[in-house]
């Protein structure tokens, strides 16, 4: 049977290492009977990302950094050190490669529809409020 330390007043055991740690050192838990979680944020931390791999795309952590990265180590979409976020299709869920934060919320914030991202791109280079001639006093705005 486990042996825990006993817990001071204003602290809380880690179940992760047994650990006491202070409740600074905590995630808040609404749930719990004290507020807190049961594991501390540095543990929450190191066991979160292998977890969230392999929940939501059926990969280790190693499977991870086998994926190509685009350009030896940065973003294949613009040139940023260290991509870390997993990008994969939200329709079929087929992972596409590894991308940097920024870039991998972008495509889901576009919900992948390259359409959409043309017109953010013809937006961006300000080609959406150029209207085209097409005749004496008749313009065109681009769709």
Not at 44 to 65: C, F, K, N, S, Y
Not at 85 to 107: E, I, K, P, Q, W
Request: include cysteine; hydrophobic fraction near 30%.
């Amino acid at each position: 049977m486990l042996k825990y330390p006993p817990v001071p007043t204003g602290s809380k055991l880690c179940r992760s290492y047994g650990e006491v740690k202070s409740f600074g050192e905590c995630h808040r838990n609404a749930a719990a009977s004290d507020g807190l979680s049961t594991r501390c944020k540095k543990c929450r931390t190191i066991d979160g990302r292998p977890g969230h791999l392999e929940r939501t795309h059926g990969m280790a952590v190693e499977q991870r950094r086998s994926l190509p990265d685009g350009r030896f180590g940065r973003c294949p979409i613009r040139p940023r050190p260290v991509p870390e976020h997993v990008d994969h299709d939200h329709g079929t869920g087929r992972v596409r490669g590894v991308l940097c934060f920024s870039c991998n919320a972008a495509l889901g914030q576009f919900r992948d529809r390259p359409d959409v991202m043309r017109r953010a791109a013809a937006y961006v280079e300000g080609n959406v409020w150029k209207p085209k001639f097409v005749a004496p006093g008749v313009y065109l705005l681009p769709s």
